[in-house]
């Protein structure tokens, strides 16, 4: 399984950017793609995910700014990031359970600059 995460960067508060995560090795369509991200010295937290039938769940933090898309023919899970806030500043992840283990991708920085 394989995960690669691209899209972060700097970006201002109140702007806007969007990640992606391109997926190989598994049957991308019948999977759950999560986004998770980590803040320094903490745990890595879930910040959405999105079912293999498009159910789409949110952290209480993002709702309403954060929107999850997939596309099963390209496979890949995407994670558009709107109305950013300071405290959005962190590295994140993609991630899928597979055979019983979660899978994470190499991680992309999101840096919110006041």
């Known amino acids: 399984v394989q995960l690669q995460a691209s899209g972060g960067g700097l970006v201002q508060a109140g702007g806007s950017l969007r990640l992606s995560c391109d997926a190989s090795?598994?049957?991308?369509?019948?999977?759950?793609m999560s986004w998770y991200r980590q803040f320094p010295g903490k745990q890595r937290e879930l910040v959405a995910d999105i079912s293999n039938e498009g159910t789409r769940n949110y952290a209480d933090s993002v709702t309403g700014r954060f929107t999850i898309s997939r596309d099963n023919v390209r496979r890949t899970v995407a994670l558009q990031m709107s109305s950013l806030k300071i405290e959005d500043t962190a590295d994140y992840y993609c991630?899928?359970?597979?055979?019983?283990?979660?899978?994470w991708g190499q991680g992309t920085q999101v840096t919110v600059s006041s």
């Open positions: 090795g598994i049957n991308f369509r019948l999977h759950t």
């Open positions: 991630s899928v359970q597979y055979r019983g283990r979660r899978y």
